[in-house]
């Protein structure tokens, strides 16, 4: 029997096992992680922002202070101080995690495909190889009802390829990233690029798109190819690795699907921000809240959703879905009339109301009033 069952070693599964293994409360307790695969590959590439030094830094691959949003003519720059906008591997991440939980007597990790999760007290994971019992279960998978659909729920698609390149000159600034470049776009959707440098001649370049559907892989490389010629004039590149990725931005209740010592974590428990995307840190402050719930004996998910924000995403991501194509003037919209600053404690959901207020009036407002209507009525 354990005290607390993980299922999914990725970015919710390892950052509650962190914060746990940190812990001393913790440090007598049986712990179980499972998860399906080995995770001894690079399957992707996170960045995040947070202010100065964080937990991770002796990962990270490259952190800049600089940033750029494109859009026609205009390069708005981005001063992040405080912030820094950071980057690390999937790989390292993994690593340490394995190594540093190794270090903890009653945790056991195993390689199993999980099933079903009986609920009860003790709660019964069923998997490919055998059965476990926990007092605690925090499940990364996805809830079968999200693919379901015929809800009234939004489903964007964030998706993307990326490419590793190099370049035989030095060409690129190491110490700013783009965060998003909307001069190339896909068939005048909300489609962007954006370049993470780690040198002069390296760099992860990735084109995005927030749209319903997904396009053909061989379209993501066009948009790429066009990109490093046509808005970088780059005729010479190697690339040395890819990454894809498909991220759901959604205000799907995920958080429903969780009940009494069983919590759904990550993706599948609504921790990705809907209207970024983003959700590494969201998995590190999350997994702190769940230790501190744990430790002070109220329910393991309480305080993670906020009901401001979650409307605010939805409204988001509603005339995102229903004006797709009008997704580039919005974005060019936030970063021409608020500081970075904003922006970052915005996404955060670290805002004020009268500081929500400020972002807020500054967008359109007939298409937001339509969506709050729609939700009103819906
Ligand atoms: C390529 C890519 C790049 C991304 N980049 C960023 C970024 O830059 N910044 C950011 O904030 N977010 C980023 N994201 C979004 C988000 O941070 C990640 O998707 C994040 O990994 C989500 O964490 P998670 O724990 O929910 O899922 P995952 O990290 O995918 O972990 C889920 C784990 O559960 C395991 N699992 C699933 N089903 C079972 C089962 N039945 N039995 C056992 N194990 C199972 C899987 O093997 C996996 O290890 C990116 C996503 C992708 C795909």
């Keep these: ?151 009234s729920y939004t489903r964007l698609l964030q998706h993307f390829k990326g490419w590793w390149v190099k370049t035989p000159d030095d060409f690129f600034e190491p110490g700013r990233f783009t965060m998003m470049d909307y001069r190339l776009l896909w068939n005048g959707s909300t489609s962007f690029t954006y370049v993470l440098p780690l040198n002069r001649r ?34 010479h590149i190697e690339v040395t690795e890819t990454e894809k990725g498909i991220i759901p931005m959604t205000d799907f209740p995920f958080e429903r699907y969780s009940s009494g010592h069983y919590l759904r ?21 999350n997994a702190r809240k769940v230790v501190q719930n744990l430790k002070n004996s109220r329910p393991p998910g309480q305080g993670i959703i906020s009901a401001k924000f979650r409307l605010f995403d939805s409204l988001f991501l509603d005339v995102l879905n229903r004006r797709n194509e009008e997704g580039p003037a919005l974005f060019h919209t936030m970063y021409r009339k608020n500081s970075i600053q904003q922006i970052f404690a915005f996404l955060d959901d670290e805002t004020t109301i009268p500081q929500d207020l400020r972002i807020i009036v500054g967008f359109p407002q007939a298409p937001f009033l339509g969506a709050l209507l729609r939700k009103i009525a819906g």
């Excluded at 319903?212 to 948009?223: A, S, V």
């Excluded at 974590?265 to 402050?285: A, D, H, L, Q, R």
Aim: charged residues 25%.
């Design 1 to 151: 029997m354990f005290d607390y069952a993980i299922i999914g070693a990725g970015a919710a599964g390892l950052h509650l096992a962190l914060a746990m293994q940190k812990d001393p409360f913790f440090a007598q307790k049986k712990i179980l992680i499972i998860d399906k695969d080995a995770k001894d590959q690079n399957d992707r590439t996170w960045c995040y922002w947070e202010k100065g030094e964080g937990l991770w830094d002796a990962l990270i691959l490259n952190s800049w202070s600089e940033g750029s949003f494109y859009r026609g003519g205009e390069d708005i720059r981005l001063k992040l101080s405080p912030y820094l906008y950071k980057m690390l591997r999937g790989l390292d991440f993994y690593r340490y995690a394995k190594q540093t939980l190794g270090k903890h007597a009653g945790l056991v990790w195993v390689q199993e495909e999980v099933l079903t999760v009986e609920q009860g007290s003790p709660l019964q994971i069923n998997t490919s190889k055998g059965q476990y019992l926990a007092q605690y279960v925090f499940d990364s998978r996805i809830p079968e009802q999200f693919f379901a659909k015929g809800d």
């Design 202 to 235: 390296e760099a992860l370049v990735e084109f995005t798109l927030f749209t319903p559907e997904l396009i053909e892989e061989t379209d993501y490389d066009t948009m790429l190819q066009r990109y490093m010629e046509e808005i970088l004039g780059l005729k």
């Design 265 to 285: 974590i990550g993706t599948g428990g609504g921790w990705v921000k809907p209207s970024s995307g983003y959700s590494f840190k969201n998995c590190e402050k």
